[in-house]
């Protein structure tokens, strides 16, 4: 310090440089960015310098780990997600509930899913998946992924949280198909030519003994979040839908002999999952120009009032109410009302976008019109990260 | 740590004065406990218990699950009891106390650990599958004798209760809804009671059923877990001042008289809310059953 | 239909408390507030200029686990904007809500937690009101599925559920806002907007609603938000019964 101050010798000021006012003032920092005077001509741009509705810089790799079965790396933005899929074999004698058939329910599980009744399938889907829990992600916020992640913690209440968020959107979207997950027998008959235990055996003949589940794969997904720059969801839900596109599970049957599960170690043998779909996670905040209206106002104008209100106010070019898309830690901790859109597009992205998740709390700001908006830019958002998905 | 409102010096005081006259400040006998009112919701099991100011809820439920690997004619059954800051706001919620580990620990011993559940009832086929039986305590209002409370609620609750019926079938258990087969009550072998008593003045005066003033201003406690039948199956007097050993010898006897007077309230209640079910038409079979089980007794 | 029945300050520990039973869904659930409480364990996490609301959620015959956590962190965020937290007496306090769900079908690991969510909802709120926690406005929640055919149901069973191509909640703020959207299924925009304003006319009273096959029981106006109103109203008139007798 006193070395430098005679060589340089700096005029006091008034002014902060822009690193330290971001840190003092947050909120006036970014409203300064997003409403940025008349008279400059400057666009209105969020502090990181995207515009309100565009995305972090996305890179996806698959296959990164070794010793899973499938796996993925996701990075949007300095928001890092590592996710590592390993299947484990899961004997039916083992499961406590597995001869255990409700009266009521019971032609239903011993039914053979049938091709084509897609009704059923569904329900079995379900019912295998979720009640044997054959699924089961993890989620860890790594220490140091962001400051105030110490070692040696519990899963904290948002690691909790974000695993069954993952779990919920895995079981209600139905991405991975129970069949891919099960381990058939086959009990030899003497008509059988075909000796390749076939995973599609439908059209056999009804005199062979029915053939029947002796295992299911237990797919346990592993995300950490190795760094956590704001919003972890869209991150981690990328890395399980890439790490389960790249997964692919040995062939395995029961062995008469033995009375025990074999695996082929032969990759070629090995099967890729069938997924249904490409559900991707967009996340939104909103800011909100006057943070403190809401805890000023004596009577909270109604809904219709404040929309009247805020038009106004835009075409006076004062907007009050910026919806930021894929927030940064920085604009998480400026905003309490967030929303998610998770949506699809069918046949591979030249059908109809459909919404299989949607949510937004913590506020009162984002209404309808909002939420229809939030939908096409999620659906813009399918389009690049099934590019970038597919790239992978 | 937040922590109960202490008990003023003349709070104190008062409350040992009193005692010295016999007179309880809720103006109760020595031995007598506060009025009790069982109440039972919709579902088999669901019992709720008010004693005093102190309220609790407890929920028994079943599950199919698989027997542990040492005991593989044993069912499962447990008492789960989480302390919320609905019960207190003293209490945290997510992080035990020492009241929570000491109620649990008694409980276990009283009920669980004196088999009062017939464990061995609960299998279904060897090594393969049971019947996991699990008694969940929510404390919604404190105000002191937890334990007994609890105590009450759980044995009233594990004779409410009514789990679906099982049967095995070429190897597989088909379990039947309430609406297809009349469902199967437990098998109590035995219906012991915790009564805690609380010392005063050099354990010259011992009261029952303390409220949360009288145990604050308690000098220590004596828990006697016994029977109908008047088998002693848990007896504790951890801490606290010393007791003359005849007081607990005749204390004792006044724990059997207890267990014996509320275990007739349980079965009067139990009774009446069996027959209002049979009336509804939802337990017709269960209840000759039932009957039976308090023939027994 | 018969519409759900509420209780308040039924408690004598809580500061505040409040029972509230959906006979549709059959979950009964009763919440305790405690506030302003001291909450020395998380000073990390306090703010200095307002209340931390805190949730807890008590399963009724299982331990919490992850789904437990990530309905407190809804409910935290729905309610903490809604409370009034720089009043005075308020800031750098807690606001503890306890709910135990006493009543009702268990949310197994990884089901759905919305079934549940306008229950924990309804609950949460009434404790807030029961303890006189300053809030900003009140609301109601509303359950919907939407079916196979397409058809609307509100409140469906826990079954019913299950089936249902697409599950909605929304919570309606007493001034109209859309104060909370939990959807999931699939479904697209036009299925959701008509389930909201579906919703709207339920929370807010048959006015605005196109359809008449909405008869409620519930409030005078058949509003959910009526009913919440009545609730807090009823009780009110039976503390200050003893005012109201002597003028």
Redesign the interface.
């Known amino acids: 310090m006193a070395s430098s101050t005679p060589s340089h010798p700096v005029p006091p000021s008034l002014s902060l440089p822009p690193s330290q006012f971001a840190r003092l003032q947050p909120h006036a920092y970014l409203l300064a960015h997003l409403s940025p005077p008349a008279a400059s001509n400057q666009p209105s741009l969020r502090a990181n310098g995207r515009a309100a509705s565009q995305f972090r810089v996305t890179s996806a790799n698959a296959g990164s780990l070794t010793h899973t079965n499938g796996s993925a790396v996701v990075r949007i933005g300095d928001t890092a997600a590592v996710c590592g899929v390993r299947a484990e074999i899961l004997h039916t004698d083992d499961i406590a509930s597995w001869s255990v058939s409700q009266a009521s329910s019971e032609q239903n599980t011993d039914k053979k899913p049938e091709e084509g009744d897609t009704d059923s399938q569904d329900k079995e889907d379900r019912a295998h998946i979720q009640d044997l829990n054959l699924l089961v992600p993890n989620l860890s916020l790594s220490t140091g992924c962001a400051p105030g992640f110490t070692p040696g913690a519990a899963p904290s209440a948002l690691a909790q949280s974000l695993s069954h968020q993952l779990l919920s959107l895995l079981h209600s979207t139905r991405l991975v198909q129970a069949d891919d997950l099960r381990i058939w027998y086959q009990p030899p008959n003497l008509e059988a030519e075909a000796l390749g235990e076939q995973m599609d055996v439908d059209s056999e003949g009804s005199g062979n003994p029915a053939r029947e589940i002796k295992a299911f794969w237990v797919l346990y997904i592993d995300v950490m979040i190795i760094s956590l720059a704001g919003n972890p969801f869209d991150a981690a839900w990328a890395s399980v839908l890439a790490a389960l596109r790249d997964t692919k599970l040995p062939k395995a049957w029961w062995d008469a002999d033995n009375e025990t599960i074999l695996c082929s170690d032969d990759i070629a043998d090995a099967q890729k999952l069938s997924l249904r779909g490409l559900p991707i996670a967009s996340s939104f905040c909103s800011f909100e120009a006057d943070a403190a209206a809401g805890w000023r106002a004596v009577v909270i104008p109604d809904a219709e009032e404040q929309k009247a209100q805020e038009q106004k106010q835009k075409k006076q070019g004062m907007q009050q109410r910026w919806i930021l898309a894929d927030p940064d830690g920085y604009e998480e901790g400026l905003s309490q009302e967030r929303a998610c859109v998770v949506v699809d597009k069918e046949n591979d992205g030249k059908g109809n976008t459909v919404i299989v998740k949607m949510e937004k709390h913590g506020g009162w700001g984002l209404d309808a019109d909002d939420m229809r908006q939030l939908v096409d830019v999620s659906a813009r958002r399918w389009d690049e990260m099934k590019r970038i998905l597919d790239q992978c | 740590m937040s922590k109960e409102a202490q008990l003023s010096i003349a709070e104190r005081d008062f409350i040992l004065e009193a005692l010295r006259e016999d007179v309880r400040l809720d103006g109760r006998q020595p031995d007598q406990f506060r009025p009790m009112d069982i109440t039972f919701g919709e579902e088999y099991g669901h019992v709720k218990l008010q004693l005093g100011k102190t309220s609790l809820i407890v929920r028994i439920s079943a599950e199919v699950t698989k027997p542990r690997e040492e005991r593989p004619f044993d069912g499962l059954f447990n008492i789960n009891m989480e302390l919320s800051s609905m019960g207190s706001p003293a209490w945290e919620n997510g992080r035990s106390n020492d009241l929570e580990a000491s109620a649990t620990n008694t409980l276990d011993r009283v009920i669980r650990h004196s088999n009062a559940l017939d464990t061995e009832s609960l299998c279904i086929i060897k090594g393969v599958s049971c019947w996991s039986i699990r008694a969940d305590v929510h404390v919604i209002d404190y105000d002191g004798n937890l334990t007994d409370a609890a105590c009450i609620a759980i044995m009233t609750g594990l004779q409410h209760f009514r789990r679906p019926d099982a049967v095995v079938k070429d190897g597989r258990v088909i379990v039947y809804g309430v609406e297809e087969r009349v469902p199967v009550a437990l098998n109590i072998t035995h219906k012991p009671l915790s009564i805690t008593f609380n010392t005063f003045n050099d354990s010259k005066h011992v009261i029952v059923d303390a409220t949360l003033k009288e145990e604050q201003a308690s000098e220590g406690d004596l828990v006697i877990g016994i029977n109908s039948a008047g088998e002693l199956c848990y007896m504790s007097k951890i801490e606290g001042s010393p007791i003359n050993p005849m007081v607990i010898v005749n204390k004792t006897s006044v724990a059997w008289d207890k267990v014996k007077e509320l275990n007739l309230i349980i079965d009067k209640v139990l009774r009446t809310d069996l027959a209002k079910r049979a009336k509804v038409g939802m337990a017709d079979e269960s209840r000759a059953e039932n009957d039976r089980l308090v023939a027994t007794e | 239909m018969v519409g759900p029945t509420t209780s308040l300050s039924q408690?004598?520990?809580?500061?505040g408390?409040a029972s509230y039973k959906c006979p549709a869904t059959g979950y009964?659930i009763?919440g305790?507030v405690?506030a302003p409480?001291?909450l020395?364990?998380r000073r990390d996490a306090l703010k200095p200029e307002?209340a931390t609301v805190?949730v807890?959620v008590?399963p009724?015959?299982?331990?919490a686990?992850?789904?437990e956590?990530?309905v407190?962190?809804?409910l935290r965020?729905?309610l903490?904007?809604v409370v009034?937290?720089?009043e005075k007496g308020f800031p750098r306090r807690g606001v503890?809500l306890?709910l135990?769900i006493?009543?009702g079908e268990?949310i197994?690991?990884?089901?759905?937690?919305l079934t549940i969510l306008p229950a924990l909802l309804h609950a949460g709120l009434l404790a807030m009101m029961s303890a006189s926690v300053p809030l900003?406005?009140t609301f109601a929640a509303t359950l919907l599925c939407v079916t196979k055919s397409g058809d609307i149901v509100r409140d469906p069973s826990p079954t019913a559920a299950?089936a249902a191509v697409s599950l909605h909640v929304f919570a309606i703020?007493s001034?109209?806002?859309?104060?909370?959207?939990?959807?999931?299924?699939?479904?697209?925009?036009d299925t959701?907007?008509l389930a909201?304003q579906h919703a709207l006319s339920i929370c807010q009273g048959a006015s605005d609603s196109s359809d008449g096959d909405v008869s409620m029981s519930e409030g005078k106006d058949g509003s959910l938000n009526g009913f919440i109103r009545e609730a807090v109203e009823d009780q009110i008139y039976s503390d200050y019964a003893y005012k109201l007798d002597s003028i």
């Open positions: 408690l004598n520990r809580a500061d408390s009964n009763l305790a405690n409480v001291e020395p364990g307002e805190e807890f008590k009724g015959t299982t331990t686990g992850v789904g956590r990530y407190e962190g809804i965020s729905v903490g904007k009034l937290g720089r503890v306890t135990a006493v009543g268990n197994e690991r990884g089901d759905s937690y900003s406005m299950k703020s001034k109209s806002h859309l104060l909370l959207n939990e959807s999931e299924g699939r479904f697209d925009f959701w907007e909201r």
